[in-house]
């Protein structure tokens, strides 16, 4: 079956521009999250949804950042106001599972944001 | 913050040789993952190991994983150049279902 997909693969936005970032996880998945992934670096967590609910958004750097999951599926990550230290890779993760108790994330390959 | 650390940060070995990578962290976890991740893709998750066993096997890849000591590796044996890539260690501490990631250790098989 098709894994967790990403989209834009790329983004290039000016100083100052809003983005939306989508994710389509896994058929059934019930945990998604999204992560925040700096060159060279690992991720980081941003935020994590058990179905449409918004269990977790600690992650998130300031109130920019915005994510939903409206219908359980499909998320959304939103940008507002973008600054250049938000350029990174966004990956988007899904587990089948309600909590962490063994699940392995399955991650999209990323979208990568450059702010010019 | 990130929890876990690396070592090494790079390691360069040649095809048919093991890798041996090392993770250590801070804090009590409730289970511990490694991943692999090639370049400018996603990350693919490789073994998990719970916080009360010691060792587990998935085809060439071991993992052990000593509390005592906050420590887990990850041994890749008969390498191969397609195991070239980036490798991160991932704990889940308790019933938080985050994942925390290290710096990760790029590794580098030559054929």
């Known amino acids: 079956g098709a894994g967790v997909s990403q989209s834009p693969r790329y983004k290039v936005a000016k100083r100052g521009q809003d983005v939306a970032l989508r994710c389509d996880p896994i058929?059934?998945?019930?945990?998604l999250f999204w992560y925040q992934q700096a060159l060279g670096q690992g991720p980081e967590f941003l935020t994590y949804?058990?179905?449409?609910?918004?269990?977790?958004k600690s992650g998130l750097p300031s109130d920019r950042f915005f994510a939903e999951r409206p219908e359980g599926s499909v998320s959304t990550l939103k940008i507002q106001r973008t600054q250049q230290e938000d350029s990174a890779v966004y990956l988007c993760?899904?587990?089948?599972?309600?909590?962490?108790?063994?699940?392995?994330?399955?991650f999209g390959d990323g979208t990568r944001l450059s702010i010019l | 913050s990130q929890q876990g650390e690396e070592d090494p940060q790079a390691l360069s070995i040649q095809e048919g040789e093991n890798a041996t990578m090392n993770c250590s962290y801070k804090?009590?976890?409730?289970?511990l993952q490694w991943y692999r991740q090639n370049s400018g893709r996603g990350l693919v998750h490789l073994i998990l190991?719970?916080?009360?066993?010691r060792e587990k096997h998935s085809g060439r890849l071991r993992v052990t994983l000593d509390t005592s000591k906050k420590s887990s590796s990850l041994l890749i044996t008969a390498s191969r150049a397609a195991d070239t890539a980036s490798y991160f260690c991932?704990?889940?501490?308790?019933?938080?279902?985050?994942?925390?990631f290290g710096k990760g250790i790029t590794l580098s098989v030559r054929p």
């Open positions: 993760a899904s587990s089948l599972g309600r909590t962490g108790f063994g699940q392995p994330q399955h």
């Open positions: 949804f058990q179905n449409e609910a918004q269990l977790d």
């Open positions: 804090t009590s976890i409730n289970n």
């Open positions: 991932a704990m889940r501490t308790g019933a938080n279902s985050k994942l925390t």
């Open positions: 058929s059934g998945h019930v945990s």
């Open positions: 190991i719970r916080s009360n066993e």
